[in-house]
């Protein structure tokens, strides 16, 4: 038997929060350190995963299969995509920064007590989110990947009720009661939809009977395995539900504004950048495979809601007085723009999609984090308690401006080229929608350059005027993300390389190929 | 030799690298090495120009393919560069003005702690547009596109510390923003089409398309032109963006960026000349900006927003020009290259007189200048003639082309564009002799008086305050700065005879434009009679009311159309109250919506299922904590049960 490379990548985060959770209350920083070094460890993996991967190849590559819960036919079944690796490599690239970011996030809940450990909790529940988050990526049963696509809802809860922002307008105990409120909305949007899941899990259970991705989406291929349109029908509603609401699409959004405000910033970027990618990972892998005809016949739909995501946040994020909110509402419109693509269902669109959710991740963690980096420094996240901060701190203004850029895709830097594949490989099936969700990167400058305006330009405001530039510690995180932005924005074809056939194999699951060019057609 | 293009964008942007990047330790040098990479990849472009003119015409289109960029399934954007006639014009143009306007720039900006970094957006700049002319594919080109929009961004902004400055910066990016969105669904839409979007095989297939799908592209090509050369409706942004520091004004928003709609249009012959239709309204566009731009320069007492009304009056007869179809494509380039020169010129004229004022911009408060700035007076009034048209010099040559061929164009089309380039002519003569006479003329209006502007609310505070604000000493500026314009001024002079003397221009953009003479209704005599004469008129009046009068300090009231003219024809007006309002209720009203009705019916559906709303709270908190731990427990459970059956 080969070394179990996918499972070793989620088995040693899990590991590692168990470890880090365990070092006595004094060794605080030993903790740190040693929840740090697993994070690397688990990046050394999720690389070897990278390379080990051969895009020409099988469609899922790595695979392990075993036998878990015989009675119920549920398998431990892994297996990575083209796009799986591209997400893993995202989760494991950005648990290292968002460490570093958060480095010390926990400090100012220390009491000095012995019994009561908040920086290897903060830590711990960091790794075990990470290893949550891998499995599910990695996941071909669909009951496994729902026990870990709810499971990690838990971590989480407590990264944003436990460890949230402090900084607020009213004081701490409006900030204490604001926190769990956001926690609590949270857990429960998400548990919502995870319920309707499990009965559609279920559900295809007894259609199917069986729970592996591969065998199931095989049968139907095949013709073996048939299933009456209404029941695909409900049981697409039950998976989308879920992955919708996590995604998140419009009208189920309302959860991740407040989720991203009382968060720290680096918690913030977890939950955006990687959690919900899960959503919109899952609807290519679940929803297009196991119920091809019901996507295509729920996609107008979806499409619409997809644009109204797009314009609405972007409107929304236009109208916020919150840094941490105003980038929420932009990760919806983001969002917006990655499940179009997903339904477009043209080669542009999924990989444009794809690498969507790799280049969110990226401009929204450098963003995100160095406007974790200035609240720390004023302890406001109101966007008009600053202004004129490049005077007193020109590095971190100038990252937050290529942040900015990168938010509204600024062509150079890696959002760009998925935004543009979004919106070119839905306009050739759906042209009054791609023209519409243009109007989206209008929106998308306004908003940046005017957060950059009112934070970093003008006048320097007193409250700012001592305001430190980026430690060393803040541009090791920083500095690599930028890089890795202008890298992928001129020379994304590494990625989209991984990416373009496993997109290829979705497509036609749905039976879809793309519109010829009008030019083409007519000869 | 084609591997050399690459090089041509690679020396600025490694500048703009190094300066950017490199920190404090540079400032020293900062500059000098920004000049010299600039005239590195202006000596690149005379090498490769040098090896264009040995070929015969038909052989002067080089590629080179650098590596694939978007590779996705029958998606193909590569990074390959195409250099034909029409990109080397533009390659000599922004790398010649480019480094002569650095070279002013080290002069200029020699007092501003923040130099080095004004030099590395520069070259920022100029990688950028070398990348947008020399592109072989539209996604490359809007690359370019939105790369020379940040340096603008950047640079207009470049003071960040006044709010003016930054509010111009992020305002030319926005219009600008909607002018990109054109150039995006051109892109999606020939993709659509043609399968792709590189110029080969889109130019070549153009032919097999519809008139209405070439109709749709091409006005959305038009679309993003206005944005980038501020053509009505798109326009309002560049006079502020006279907030920037004047070289930027020179080199950004007069001589090579905004005329980057032009080159597009031209670039997109093909496209057009399939959509008469779409060619009429670029030739509508073009008229209605020149009139609206000359109209605007009459009004402003500020020296760069006269000019600024100005650039986009020139740009809009290059835009009229290329929307005449192959009868003006050849001549909008030439006045493009003749313009770059003399409003470059121009522009680093009113640095320099800005320069020795302390930074006052309001003309009114110049008046006699000659004698304290010769060498600028001297340069400026070579401009100042050629711009206007006037015998012998470059404008007169390149303009009267155009004004011929509109009337070329025939019918009653060419009659009414024909006669909007004679008046624009004539209002032309006007604002320039207006600004000439109010700055180098008359009275020493600035004496016994410290020079800031007066309190009006609504007026901005001078483009440039950096100094303390004392009665001027007016002085010449340092050789660094005058000898770029003594360059410049000799193009303006000799550039347009050069040209146009056995039609070499003609002749060398032919092969990649094409070119047809119209059947004009009047000789080529009789226009450039009759383009004389309304020069004379301009001038007569602008003399009546400038020279002959002492010009009063505090502008006059001045009649409706005055008092329009000074805020842009009410057109921020209409912008402020439409899009920037309007757009704040809306905005407004959805942040409320969103919390009171889409997350209240959220919050009332918990509400409901968790039985009354007091009770819920309570509810929730113990429940979720608990449902946690079950959570907890069980998926540690599962997780054992797995290590188990695998140890089974």
Redesign the interface.
Known sequence: MSFPLLTATAVLPAVGAIATAAVPAARRTAAKWLALAVSLGTLALAVTILVRFDPGGARYQLTESHSWIAAFGVRYELGVDGIAVALIGLTALLVPFVMLAGWHDADQLETGSRRWRPTQGFFALILALEAMVIISFEATDVFLFYIFFEAMLIPLYFLIGGFGDRAHEHGEKAASTQRSYAAVKFLLYNLAGGLIMLAAVIGLYVVAGSFSLTEIAQARANGSLHMATDVERWLFLGFFFAFAVKAPLWPLHTWLPNAMQESTAPVAVLITAVVDKVGTFAMLRFCLQLFPEASKWATPVILVLALISIIYGALLAVGQRDIKRLIAYASISHFGFIIMGIFAMTSQGQSGATLYMVNHGLSTAVLMLIAGFLISRRGSRLIADYGGVQKVAPVLAGTFLIGSLATLSLPGLAPFVSEFLVLVGTFTRYPAIGIAATFGIVLAALYSLVLYQRTMTGPVKKEVSAMPDLRVRELVVVAPLVVLLIFLGVYPKPVADIVNPAVKQTLSDVHKTDPKPEVEAAK | MENLIALLIAAPLLGAAVLLVGGRRLDAVGHWIGTLLAAVSFGIGLVLFADLLGRSADQRTLTQHL?????????QADVTFRLDQLSMTFVLLITGVGSLIHLYSVGYMEHDERRRRFFGYLNLFLAAMLLLVLADNY?LL??GW??VG?AS?LLI?FW????G???AA?KA??VN??G??GL??A???M??????FAFGPVFS?AG??SEG?LTAIALMLLLAACGKSAQVPLQSWLGDAMEGPTPVSALIHAATMVTAGVYLIVRSAAVFNGAPSAQLVVTVVGAVTLLFGAIVGCAKDDIKKALAGSTMSQIGYMVLAAGLGPIGYVFAIMHLVTHGFFKAGLFLGAGSVMHGMNDEVDMRKYGGLRKYMPVTFITFGLGYLAIIGFPGLSGFFSKDKIIEAAFAKGGTEGWILGGAALLGAAITAFYMTRVMLLTFFGEERWRNRPTASPAEPDVEPAAEDRGTRAEPHPHESPRVMTIPMIVLAVGSVLGGAFFSIGDRFLHWLEPVTGHSEGNSPLSALTVTAATMVCLAIGVAIAWAQYGRKPVPVVAPRGSLLTRAARRDLLQDDFNHVVLVRG?EH???S??YL?HTL??G??NGT?ASVGGLSGRMRRL??GF?RS??VS??GG?AL?VA??LL??AV
Not at chain 2, 67 to 75: E, T, Y
Not at chain 2, 160 to 163: G, R
Not at chain 2, 191 to 196: C, D, I, K
Request: proline share 3%; glycine share 8%; no cysteine.
């Open positions: 590596f694939s960029w978007i590779p996705v399934a029958g998606f996604l809007y690359f939105e790369g940040l961004y902004g960040q510390h006044k709010p400055a930054a509010t992020k990016f926005l923003r909607v990109d969105m995006a669904i892109i999606m839409l993709f659509a089409t043609f399968g792709t297939h097999d398309t799908r757009g809306l905005t407004r959805l942040v969103d889409i997350d019916v959220v918990a929730q908190n979720a449902y946690a959570m907890f998926a599962l049960a797995t059956m695998r």
